[in-house]
T-cell receptor
Framework: KAGVTQTPRYLIKTRGQQVTLSCSPI?????VSWYQQTPGQGLQFLFE???????NKGNFPGRFSGRQFSNSRSEMNVSTLELGDSALYLCASSLPDYNEQFFGPGTRLTVL | AQSVTQLDSHVSVSEGTPVLLRCNYSSSYSPSLFWYVQHPNKGLQLLLK??????LVKGINGFEAEFKKSETSFHLTKPSAHMSDAAEYFCVVSDTSGTYKYIFGTGTRLKVLA
């Protein structure tokens, strides 16, 4: 069974630009969560999507948004990039019981 | 509110000696607890999970953890460290009240000395 895949693996952007990251969950998983990992703040929950609906949201500004498609694939978008948005963005998928999340390899975003 | 505290940011052990990574949690509900490992430039891999079944949980690669409700702890142990265990380890509590999100500890970086 294929794992969670994230594309692209690496991105370099400049301040003010916007970026879209993609996540394909494990087949059959309908819940997708996104996390930001930075050296200073550690791993922080961004949001979770289930059946194309955002079910939970962390404490991030509105510049961070996401969506989920009918095939459970998810995208997250960051607009008006800031230097502090440089991070590893991790996506995780899970079955409906939510008790175990499977993580992708992450997308490393660098904002210059 | 739920939270998790990893008591050591760095742990160094010699190869072949026991590993102990400490985690305390706070939860208003019956928690689900997890340990994940992250090798450099990699995603997170599940080591083991506690979901209110047996309090002693065995995971992959020889790791195990014991859920102690009275001490609100979920420490990770391994009898004998291997060089390949060098990585960052995260203790996680899952909110079972309905939001289902993971709350991560700050991580413990394990160094294994030859």
């Amino acid at each position: 069974k294929a794992g969670v895949t994230q594309t692209p693996r690496y991105l370099i952007k400049t301040r003010g630009q916007q970026v879209t990251l993609s996540c394909s969950p494990i087949s059959g998983h309908r819940s997708v969560s996104w996390y930001q990992q930075t050296p200073g703040q550690g791993l922080q929950f961004l949001f979770e999507y289930f059946s194309e609906t955002q079910r939970n949201k962390g404490n991030f500004p509105g510049r961070f948004s996401g969506r989920q498609f009918s095939n459970s694939r998810s995208e997250m978008n960051v607009s008006t990039l800031e230097l502090g948005d440089s991070a590893l963005y991790l996506c995780a998928s899970s079955l409906p019981d939510y008790n175990e999340q499977f993580f992708g390899p992450g997308t490393r975003l660098t904002v210059l | 509110a739920q939270s998790v505290t990893q008591l050591d940011s760095h742990v160094s052990v010699s190869e072949g000696t026991p590993v102990l990574l400490r985690c305390n949690y706070s939860s208003s509900y019956s928690p689900s607890l997890f340990w994940y490992v992250q090798h450099p430039n990699k995603g997170l891999q599940l080591l083991l999970k506690y979901t209110s079944a047996a309090t002693l949980v065995k995971g992959i690669n020889g790791f195990e953890a014991e859920f102690k409700k009275s001490e609100t702890s979920f420490h990770l142990t391994k009898p004998s460290a291997h060089m390949s265990d060098a990585a960052e380890y995260f203790c996680v509590v899952s909110d079972t009240s309905g939001t289902y999100k993971y709350i991560f500890g700050t991580g413990t970086r394990l160094k294994v000395l030859a």
